[in-house]
């Protein structure tokens, strides 16, 4: 499995536009990114998924460029109920082997 | 509705008893998972199962054992509790072709006095 590295913690003033990186060096050619988000006491909910260049959803957008050395989490505007623990976690689509979450970026959204 | 249910939610138990949290989903999923997370702290890996009767253990050691009989079904079991023991324990579940979706329970909720 890649190993990936995120930022232990981030702040962010609500309405602010929050970028978090994830590293993930010795990604593999079929390995795909993935984000999860993870409120205090409750288990990690998926946000988002992707291969190459730009995904959205009605959530967040995530970029990755063509090397896909590195992926990019972008959370619009935040608000305070963004506050939570950010997973990125790399591995293949499908098959056997299980993800690892990591710890995870702690994002906390100030007023 | 599809979801995934754990029980007990929360549990308080005395060191040395025996104690099985209960996991099922209701996706129709193969894959099910069971995660130890502390307060503030990783989420590791203790168990996963591929399908009806493949049971595989984690990253993080666990003196816990599962079973998968039923595919809906995917119980956690400690023979013998300890204090150790004390934390949130996270089931999953995903399906054959997107293994990187899980869906997660509500957690229990454990402590061992």
């Known amino acids: 499995l890649a190993k990936t590295t995120q930022p232990i913690s981030m702040d962010s003033y609500e309405g602010q536009e929050v970028n978090i990186t994830c590293s993930h060096n010795?990604?593999?050619?079929?390995?795909?990114i993935t984000w999860y988000q993870q409120f205090p006491s409750q288990g990690p909910r998926f946000i988002i998924q992707?291969?190459?260049t730009k995904v959205t959803n009605e959530v967040a957008s995530l970029f990755i460029p063509a090397d896909r050395k590195s992926s990019t989490l972008s959370l619009p505007r935040v608000s305070l109920s963004d506050t939570a623990v950010y997973y990125c976690?790399?591995?293949?689509?499908?098959?056997?082997?299980?993800?690892?979450f990591g710890k995870g970026t702690r994002l906390s959204v100030i007023a | 509705e599809a979801d995934i249910y754990q029980t007990p939610r929360y549990l308080v138990i005395g060191t040395g008893k025996k104690i099985t949290l209960e996991c099922s989903q209701t996706?129709?999923?193969?894959?099910m998972y069971w995660y130890q997370q502390d307060p503030g702290m990783e989420l590791h890996l203790i168990h996963y199962s591929y399908g009806v009767n493949s049971t595989e253990k984690g990253d993080l050691s666990s003196e816990s054992t599962v079973s998968r009989i039923r595919t809906e079904h995917f119980p956690l079991t400690l023979e013998s509790a300890r204090p150790s023991h004390t934390s949130q324990y996270l089931c999953?579940?995903?399906?054959?072709?997107?293994?990187?979706?899980?869906?997660f329970g509500p957690g229990t909720r454990l402590t061992v006095l």
């Open positions: 992707g291969y190459k």
């Open positions: 010795n990604i593999a050619t079929n390995d795909y």
């Open positions: 996706m129709g999923h193969d894959k």
């Open positions: 999953a579940s995903s399906g054959s072709n997107r293994v990187h979706e899980q869906f």
């Open positions: 976690l790399v591995g293949a689509f499908s098959g056997n082997t299980p993800l690892v």
